[in-house]
C-alpha cells in the first residue's frame, strides 16, 4: 500500500489510487480525499495531497462498476467530473462506444450526471449504507445517540390493551379518523391549515414522499447547515444537491437564505423548532422575514420537519403563509417514541393528493392498529400531563447545561427541545477527552456542510444535578487541547 504523504499509484480492485504532489486547493482540503484506510493524506508540510482514483474496466459492464466502486468507498465525491468518453476509451484502449454505454449505464441509475456535452459529474445519490448509531463507550453517560429519555415516554401499556382487535380490509380509508382529528387541532392551534391531511411512516418518510412527488435529480435543496444527519443523508440519496443555509438560535439567517434562493433552490427545508443538532427555533420575527423574503418565490417548496413537536417547548412558527406548495410534518417520535413511526402531514391540496396517491400504490397506508394506539397514547399523554412533565424536564435539563457552560466560559446554543451546540475548533480530540472522563457526545462532523466545528450534547437523559459536571469536564477538556477554542 503506498505510504500517506508520498506521490504513488495503488491498484484498488476495479480501480486505481494515484497521489499527486500538486498542493490542495482550499476546497479540496476542507474535504480531502480518503485512502482505502479511510484516512485523510497529509503530507508533511500538512497540504493534503489529493487522491484520484482511476477508472478501470476492460468492457462497459467492468468500467461502470470501477466508478460505481469509487463512488462506494469515497474515492469519487459527488460533483467530480469523470473523464470524458474519449479520453477514457483512450486510455483504456476501448472503443468510445463503450464508455459511452458505460456512462449511460450509470446515468440510468442516478451515478452519473450529464451536466452537458462535456461535462458528466458524479450525482449526488448515493446508496449509503446505513449509519450506524454512535458507539458508546462502556459505563459513559450517554449525551450522543440523540434519543429521548425513555421515562418521560408515555407507557404504552395501557393504550395497546385498548386497541381494539379489528381486521380492516384493502379499500378503507387510509387514515383513522380520532388521529386526524388530534392532528388537526394541532395544526389550528399553531396556525397551520389541516384541509388536506395524510398519515405516513414517521418524519423522514413524510419528507421523502413530499421531495420526492416535487423534485427531480440533480435539483438543489436548501437546508439548515448544520442539519440533521438523517435528512442530510436522504436528500442525497434522492440524488438532490443539498444548498447550506446558516443558522442561529432563530433559525435560518436571512442572508444565507437570501443567497440559497438566488443560487435556484426548488426547495426549503427546516426544522422549525428543536432543530437539531443546534437546537435553534424559529422565532416569530425571523419567520415573518423569512416568509416575505420567500413571497418573492411563490414556486418553491417549503417542508418544514416538526420532528419534536409537542415536546420542543415553544410554539411553531411557520413559513408557509399563502405559498402554493408547501408540506408540515409533525412527527410523534420523539414525544411519544420513535418506534411509533407515524407522522401526520399537512399541505397544500396537490401535494397531498400526489402523496397519498404515490402511497397507495407502495405501502398502502400505515397500519391502522399502529395509527390507533398512536391516536390513544396522544391523547392520553396530553390529558394527563405526560407531554407537559416531559417538555418541562427538557426544558430545565437544557437550561442547567447552558447555566452551568456560560458559568465556565463555554459558549452554546439551544433554544428549543433536548439538544445543545457546542462550537469548538476541534472535534475529534474534545470528543476523545469527554469520553476519558466519561461522557459519549457526538461531533458535529456529519451534520455539517460549511458549518464550522461543534458538538452535539443530549441533555434529554441528563439530571439537572450533573450539568454542574458536564461543564468541569468540559472546560477542562477545552482548556487542554491546544488550538481548541473555548466559546
Ligand atoms: C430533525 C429530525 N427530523 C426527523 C427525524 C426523524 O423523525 P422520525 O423518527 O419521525 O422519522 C429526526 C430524528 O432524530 C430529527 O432529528
Known sequence: M??????????????????????????????????????????????????????????????????ERGVRLGHLQPGDAVPSVRALAERLSLSPTTVAAAYRDLRQRGTLIAHDRSRTVIAHRRDLATRLA??????????????????????????????????????????????????????????IPAEHLAVVGGGLDGIERVLEVHCRLGDHIAIE??????????????????????????????????TALDQGVTAVLLVPRAQNPTGAALSQERAATLRSLLADHPEVLIV???????????PHHQLIGDRPRWAVVRSVAKSL???????????????????AGRQRLGTGWVSHLLQHLTATVWSSSASDGTLEHATQTYAARRSAVLDAFRGRDITAT??????????????????????????????????????????????????????????????????????????
Open 134 to 191: 454512535p458507539e458508546i463507550p462502556d459505563g459513559a453517560v450517554d449525551l450522543a445517540s440523540g434519543n429521548p429519555d425513555p421515562a418521560l415516554l408515555p407507557d404504552l401499556g395501557p393504550a395497546l390493551a385498548s386497541v381494539g382487535p379489528v381486521h380492516r380490509l384493502y379499500g378503507d380509508d387510509p387514515a383513522v379518523e380520532r388521529l386526524l382529528d388530534l392532528a388537526r387541532q394541532g395544526f389550528a392551534a399553531d396556525g
Open 414 to 487: 439551544g433554544t428549543s427541545g433536548f439538544n445543545v451546540w457546542v462550537p469548538v475548533a476541534e472535534e475529534v480530540p474534545v470528543v476523545q477527552g469527554m469520553a476519558a472522563r466519561g461522557w459519549a457526545v457526538q461531533a458535529g462532523e456529519p451534520f455539517r456542510l460549511d458549518a464550522p466545528p461543534g458538538l452535539r450534547i443530549t441533555v434529554a437523559g441528563l439530571p439537572v444535578e450533573r450539568a454542574e459536571d458536564l461543564a468541569v469536564d468540559l472546560a477542562e477538556v477545552l482548556d487542554q487541547r491546544l488550538g481548541t477554542r473555548r466559546g
Open 225 to 258: 447547515d448544520p442539519s440533521y444527519i438523517g435528512t442530510l443523508d436522504l436528500v442525497r440519496t434522492l440524488g438532490l444537491i443539498p444548498v447550506p443555509v446558516a443558522i442561529d438560535d432563530e433559525g435560518p439567517e436571512v442572508d444565507a437564505l437570501t
Open 2 to 67: 503506498a505510504q500517506c504523504g508520498r506521490a504513488g499509484t495503488e491498484q484498488a480492485g476495479h480501480g486505481e489510487l494515484v497521489r499527486s504532489r500538486t498542493a490542495a486547493s482550499a476546497g479540496a482540503s476542507r474535504t480531502g480525499r480518503l485512502e482505502p484506510s479511510g484516512k485523510k493524506c497529509y503530507s508533511t508540510d500538512m497540504t493534503i495531497e489529493p487522491v484520484q482514483y482511476r477508472i478501470s474496466g476492460h468492457n462497459a459492464a467492468t468500467v461502470a462498476r470501477s466508478i
Open 337 to 355: 417514541g420513535p418506534d411509533l413511526r407515524v407522522a401526520v402531514l399537512s399541505g397544500d391540496d396537490d401535494t397531498i393528493a400526489r402523496v
Open 304 to 314: 418544514e420537519d416538526d420532528h419534536a413537536s409537542f415536546i420542543s417547548g415553544v
